[in-house]
């Protein structure tokens, strides 16, 4: 895997995301990259140990409004990135503000049921987001 990019596509509170390519793949990924803000090693440890029992639950999930989860990549100084598939349309907010698409509320409507299809899959799994918001919200459109 490498990254195709010099520069971050986005940051967040917590990471920065990456484009990248999976060797041999032909679509891109994106590698969301945690920064952990603390020396302590043993804070680093835990959030590593969490990190992967998140990364156990998402990797079987499988819905259509829920991004896929390929897994972890070590190779980004000492934090795991989180590899799930680049959306060429961005976030559900980047997709809307986007100029020259036309939009109409029917077709809004279809990506907020998308939404509440994906978390309805996730909370009959006992899975809570915790974080939903429009942009951590992806657009197959």
């Keep these: 895997m490498h990254r195709t990019g ?20 032909p679509h891109e990924v994106v590698l969301k990259v945690l920064r952990a803000g603390s020396g302590n090693e043993k804070w680093i440890r835990a959030l590593k140990r969490s990190l992967l ?3 156990e639950n998402w990797i079987r999930f499988e819905h259509e409004n829920v991004a896929k989860f390929y897994g972890f990549s070590f190779q980004h100084k000492y934090m795991p990135a989180l590899v799930s598939p680049f959306y060429p349309n961005g976030n559900i907010m980047q997709y809307l503000a986007a100029p020259n698409t036309e ?5 809004i409507l279809l ?12 909370h009959k799994r006992g899975i809570v987001h915790g974080d939903i918001r429009g942009v951590n919200s992806q657009t197959h459109v």
């Design 53 to 55: 029992t998140y990364g």
């Design 103 to 107: 939009k109409t509320d029917a077709d």
């Design 111 to 122: 990506l907020v049921q998308g939404i509440a299809r994906g978390l309805e899959y996730l």
């Design 6 to 25: 010099d520069y971050y596509l986005s940051i967040g509170d917590h990471s920065d995301v990456w484009k990248a390519k999976l060797d041999g793949e």
